[in-house]
């Protein structure tokens, strides 16, 4: 169908409109220019006399500096010095008028601007770097319509990078770009475009956090410094129920945690989660692929947990690693193998319901909730999927089955379920654990859409090019996503841990109250037979903790 003509008043009407409008921009363009003019010129025929109030100005504080300098005794003469010379001059001919012009001379010397001229701008190469960034963002940042384009090939990139800051290298460390109104920033595909253009352009091995001001149309691009990777395990000053995950950037945390890094007192900001009845992400989970520091988070958070309460540990991977826990006070089970690791959590599901309804009762009966029901119980699951295959395989019951009651019930109940799964397994993680696992870690290499795909958000800062193990990302629900170094918290056992983070995890491990042997474990034991109702009596896989 042919497009109608407007009708002609509509059209003339919109003309007219543009074109007044144009011409009132031209006109205040020109009235800021005059302005502008005047200003200079006014500073430029004021100039002298500025010079010289000053000069007089400072000639009169070197004369007061002078006068109080002088000794009393010796202010007579002084004075009558002055007044002979001002005799003399007042006696020469054309002597004031002589006077006068020196004056203004000396005035004019010292009133001189003595400051270096400071260069103009940075220098020449800084300047070449903030133009070749400007250029490289013309096709991003341009429109062939827009009538004033703040992009322009070989336009004016002051105006686009206002503000900007450089390292003691050279590379940019901090930059401000200002972007016209209509680029789509609320794209995650637009911004990750230029995201990766910048990374490329400022100097790549460098991490780099952006902050997308939508309303100001401003993004603030800042080089991080690496986050420290040798902060030991130790006691973190924390309340009750706060478990640092690890050491993050002060940019979005405010608290700081005083910690003892290589023999001295530093304050680092930690990403701090909070567990319990309050919590809003009451369990976690950790993905990584092997060897990017799951296990070791995992035993970090146990180290942590077993200060206030108990721990029991499924271990899927078979390689021992929490072997330093085994008979240690607080830790109820270190369970490897499918039968164990079945009694256990089927042992914390019974666990879960007696709490639950030791504490109801008391509610009802107008009383706080009973002392067996308080103490924190953390259950530590490292790669479960490995038995929800063996349990297919053998045609048992999968774990991961049972998980379902402490993580639905458990933040009631004062039980906390952490998992950690590698990214080729984590398909096998059941609904349960993917719903109720809202405070969320990435270790490791990742890419954008793994990332995403588990903290629920990108996070706002560029992948590290070599990533140390232990470094990744945090996300407490829907809070936003930090970056992470977890504590150095090897396995105490492996020859390959470095002295003194060895004994960094060995100071942190409770008294060893259980042997190794087959004993039952007194607290395993304690949820046994209640009143009412009478849960099940814990099998006695349960209760052995099992040395690797
Ligand atoms: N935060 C950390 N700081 C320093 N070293 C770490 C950190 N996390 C892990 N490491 C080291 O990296 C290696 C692998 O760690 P870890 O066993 O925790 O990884 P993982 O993800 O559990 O892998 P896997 O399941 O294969 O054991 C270990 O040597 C460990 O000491």
Not at 62 to 85: C, I, N, Q, Y
Not at 123 to 135: C, F, G, I, Q, V
Not at 525 to 545: L, N, R
């Amino acid at each position: 169908m042919a497009r109608r003509p407007l009708p002609r008043i509509l059209s003339t009407g919109s003309a007219q409109f543009a074109r007044s409008r144009e011409l009132a921009r031209t006109q205040f363009a020109r009235s800021r220019e005059l302005a502008r003019t005047a200003g200079d010129s006014a500073s430029d025929v004021l100039h002298p006399l500025i010079t010289i109030t000053r000069g007089l100005r400072r000639l009169a504080a070197a004369g007061r500096r002078r006068w109080a300098e002088t000794p009393k005794d010796k202010r007579g003469a002084l004075l009558f010095l002055v007044a002979s010379v001002v005799l003399v001059v007042a006696l020469v001919p054309y002597g004031p008028l002589l006077a006068v012009i020196t004056l203004m001379a000396a005035a004019a010397w010292q009133g001189r601007d003595r400051k270096p001229a400071a260069p103009d701008g940075p220098d020449p190469s800084r300047t070449e770097r903030l133009k070749a960034l400007y250029e490289a963002l013309v096709p991003y940042f341009s429109a062939p319509d827009d009538p004033e384009p703040l992009y322009s090939h070989g336009g004016d990139w002051e105006k686009a990078l206002p503000e900007y800051e450089f390292d003691a290298t050279g590379r940019v460390a901090r930059l401000l770009i200002r972007y016209p109104a209509y680029f789509t920033d609320g794209e995650t595909q637009a911004r990750t475009r230029i995201e990766h253009l910048l990374t490329s352009k400022a100097g790549r091995g460098r991490e780099y956090h952006f902050d997308w001001d939508e309303e100001g149309n401003e993004l603030t691009v800042s080089a991080l410094a690496p986050l420290p990777t040798d902060i030991a395990a130790q006691r973190f000053v924390t309340a009750p129920g706060e478990t640092v995950l690890g050491f993050t950037d002060a940019t979005r945390v405010r608290r700081t945690l005083p910690l003892t890094h290589g023999g001295q007192q530093r304050d680092v900001p930690p990403v701090v989660w909070r567990t319990g009845l309050r919590s809003t992400e009451p369990h976690l989970l950790a993905v990584g692929q092997p060897g990017s520091g799951t296990s070791t988070l995992l035993r970090s958070i146990a180290l942590q947990a077993l200060q206030h309460g108990d721990v029991v540990i499924v271990e899927g991977g078979g390689t021992g690693e929490y072997a330093c826990l085994t008979g240690r006070d607080g830790v109820l089970a270190v369970e490897c193998g499918l039968a164990g690791a079945v009694a256990s959590i089927e042992w914390v599901a019974t666990e879960t319901e007696r709490r639950l309804i030791a504490v109801n009762r008391a509610r009802q009966a107008g009383n706080p909730p009973p002392e067996d029901t308080k103490r924190p119980l953390w259950v530590l699951l490292d790669r479960p999927t490995v038995f929800t295959h063996l349990a297919a395989a053998d045609g048992r019951k999968d774990p991961q089955s049972l998980l379902q009651v402490p993580l639905r019930h458990g933040r009631a109940a004062g039980i906390t379920v952490v998992v950690a799964e590698q990214w080729d397994a984590l398909d096998a993680l059941g609904d349960p654990v993917r719903q109720h696992t809202r405070a969320r870690v990435v270790l490791g290499p990742a890419t954008a859409e793994q990332l995403e795909s588990v903290l629920g958000a990108p996070p706002h800062t560029t992948p590290v090019a070599d990533t140390p193990p232990g470094r990744g990302y945090a996300r407490l629900g829907t809070g936003p996503v930090h970056r992470l170094q977890v504590p150095a918290t090897p396995d105490p056992y492996d020859d390959a841990t470095s002295e003194a983070h060895r004994q960094a995890v060995l100071d942190l491990l409770p008294e060893r109250t259980t042997p190794m042997e087959a004993e039952p474990s007194p607290r395993l034991t304690k949820a046994d037979p209640e009143p009412e109702p009478e849960p099940e009596p814990v099998p006695v896989e349960a209760v052995v903790a099992e040395s690797s």
